[in-house]
């Protein structure tokens, strides 16, 4: 059985990424080798990742009692942990909002990225991925066209999450769909959502 983690980070029930999520679950589903779970960033309501969780730390290592805020941060930071390390693949449904990725995913991350979980430091110095060989697919909705050297740079949801998941997570992004230019070309903007969601549904049932 392999664990398939799909990361939702849309909570639009009209979005292009969260149609995408929809897309890749359901042809996904038809593959009973496949034990799918789904981390909706959004319904988990991840407290911002900050002082409350450093704060927990040192209490934790001098055996004090936690406060609430404190307590929330530690849980987020295990529950993100925990799902990551159970996934043989991974699945990021996210759109680019105000040129980055939702917030709400950046908790995500931040929880998930720590020394000792995803890398080390070895003793000259140099890091050490511990998360293993796990597979990552990026499912992203992007209203304008990004696609050109020249605008691309702007575009920092999936050049953000190619280098995070390279850079601290130590795994390399397997494959990708974006669907793009829909709202800036929106005469052919059905076409191209319908041809991004066959693409999705060709990339799930691939796996």
Do not use: C
Not at 12 to 25: C, E, K, Q
Not at 93 to 117: E, R, T
Not at 140 to 162: I, K
Request: charged share 20%; aromatic share 10%; glycine share 6%.
């Amino acid at each position: 059985m392999t664990n398939v983690l799909v990361v939702k980070a849309n909570n639009r029930p009209d979005g292009i990424s969260t149609l995408m999520y929809n897309a890749f679950v359901e042809e996904a589903s038809k593959n009973d080798s496949l034990n799918i779970t789904t981390f909706d960033v959004f319904a988990e309501n991840l407290p911002h990742y900050g002082q409350d969780l450093f704060d927990a730390f040192g209490k934790l290592q001098n055996g004090e009692e936690l406060n609430v805020a404190e307590a929330a941060s530690i849980a987020a930071q295990q529950k993100s942990q925990e799902a990551i390390k159970d996934a043989d693949v991974l699945v990021f449904a996210f759109p680019l909002w105000n040129l980055s990725i939702p917030s709400a995913l950046k908790a995500f991350i931040d929880y998930s990225v720590q020394a000792g979980f995803t890398f080390k430091y070895t003793a000259e110095g140099k890091k050490e991925f511990l998360l293993g060989d796990k597979k990552v697919y990026l499912l992203n909705a992007r209203g304008g066209f990004y696609n050109t050297p020249e605008v691309n740079a702007l575009d920092m949801s999936v050049n953000y999450m190619h280098v995070v998941i390279n850079n601290y997570f130590g795994l390399t992004v397997t494959d990708e769909v974006i669907i793009e230019g829909h709202a800036q070309d929106q005469a052919n903007a059905q076409t191209i959502i319908a041809n991004g969601l066959d693409k999705v549904k060709a990339l799930a049932a691939a796996l």
